[in-house]
Each structure stands twice: as C-alpha cells, then as structure tokens.
T-cell receptor, first 115, second 111 residues
Framework: DPKIIQKPKYLVAVTGSEKILICEQYLGHNAMYWYRQSAKKPLEFMFS???????DNQTASSRFQPQSSKKNHLDLQITALKPDDSATYFC??????????????FGEGSKLTVL | QQQVRQSSQSLTVWEGETAILNCSYE??????FPWYQQFPGEGPALLIAIRSVSDKKEDGRFTIFFNKREKNLSLHIKDSQPGDSATYFC??????????WGSGTKLIIKP
C-alpha cells in the first residue's frame, strides 16, 4: 500500500484556471515537501513544511500556495495556470531529527498538463 | 550556479558491466550525500547514502566512493542488470539541512 497518496495522478487544465493537488502521508513523519519535475528541471524543490509550518519556500511565484489542514496533509493550490506549469508534482515526507532531514519518501506524483 | 553537478545526462552500459555515475559538488560544508533512484512513473527512492566522514559505502551491488578533497563522489553499480535502468539523482545536504539535487543521470542497461 502506498504510504504517500497523491491525487489526482493525472490532470489536464486550461490556461488561467486553478487546481489543487492533494497529498496525504501515512508514515507518521513531521516534515512534508513539494517538488516539481519537468524536462527543463529534473527535480526542483518548491516548499518544505515542518509540523504544519512553512520552513522553506523556493518558489518565486505566489500562484503556488501550499495548504496544510492536518499534520499529515500538504496540498498544493496552483492559480492562474500557465502552460509552463506543466510538470509532474511530487509530494515527499521525512522524519526530521537532530541531524537534519532524514530519508525522503516520495509519492508517485501528480502529472499536470496545462493547455 | 549548480552546486551539485552530475557529469552525464545519460549513460549506457551492457548487462554485467559496472556502471559508474559521477557527481561533484562545490560547497565543502556539505556533509551527507544520498543517491536516489527513479523509475518512470514513480517518485525517487533512496538507494544508498554516505556521510562525509567516510570514503566508501557499500550495499550489495551498489557502492559509493567519496573523495572529500576533490569534492566528488561516484556511484558504482556492479554486475548491472536491465532492472537497474533508471534515473539516478545525486544530492547533498547543506547547512540548512535542505537537500541540493543534481540534474540526474539516466542509466540504460543493454541486455
């Protein structure tokens, strides 16, 4: 059974619309992340959350907004979609400790295509 | 500026050979270097990792060789098999405990 559930697996959107990518993790981890993968940037860090608080944001655009309603949830809202946003978005989690982040566990990704 | 660099975008080797994937980094403060393996349609998964206090880490057919002075490391896959065909990401942990990722090497094992 997958321990990190991402929904939907595939989605198609029109330019200018808004979408929400869902992520739930059942590993009991206290840190969650969003990454983006496209042909241009193989693996790009976007956000990190720890205990539901934003720790790091490497995304320049405010069109990307993470939302954490529960400890094991980290959704990603994307507004005013552009074709350049087409990518696979990966949610990940880890158990933070004194030594920093532990092993990252990734979900299977949500592949977004913006027409 | 790319802080973690993987020298090859792709690499093809024959089944049974040793595949060698190279990685270099710029910041001497990096202290932990994981390699992640990604199959098509899946997220990356941790394969093997090394800390900067070691110069070698072995796990079955996978070995990391680490050279702190030269700031480079390599992943050796011994007796490579078609099932090892995947994209391999080298990463490094920085001072703020975030991972800095390389751009990945797509490995193809020919039977």
């Amino acid at each position: 059974d997958p321990k990190i559930i991402q929904k939907p697996k595939y989605l198609v959107a029109v330019t200018g619309s808004e979408k929400i990518l869902i992520c739930e993790q059942y590993l009991g981890h206290n840190a969650m992340y969003w990454y983006r993968q496209s042909a241009k940037k193989p693996l790009e860090f976007m956000f990190s959350y720890s205990y539901q608080k934003l720790m790091d944001n490497q995304t320049a655009s405010s069109r990307f907004q993470p939302q954490s309603s529960k400890k094991n949830h980290l959704d990603l809202q994307i507004t005013a979609l552009k074709p350049d946003d087409s990518a696979t978005y990966f949610c990940a989690s880890s158990q933070e400790g004194l030594g920093g982040i532990g092993q990252l566990y990734f979900g299977e990704g949500s592949k977004l295509t913006v027409l | 500026q790319q802080q973690v660099r993987q020298s090859s975008q792709s690499l093809t080797v024959w089944e049974g050979e040793t595949a060698i994937l190279n990685c270099s980094y710029e910041n001497s403060a990096f202290d932990y270097f994981p390699w992640y393996q990604q199959f098509p349609g899946e997220g990356p998964a941790l394969l093997i990792a090394i800390r900067s206090v070691s110069d070698k880490k072995e796990d079955g057919r996978f070995t990391i060789f680490f050279n702190k002075r030269e700031k480079n490391l390599s992943l050796h896959i011994k007796d490579s098999q078609p099932g090892d065909s995947a994209t391999y990401f080298c990463a490094a942990r920085g001072g703020n405990y975030q991972l800095i990722w390389g751009s990945g090497t797509k490995l193809i094992i020919k039977p």
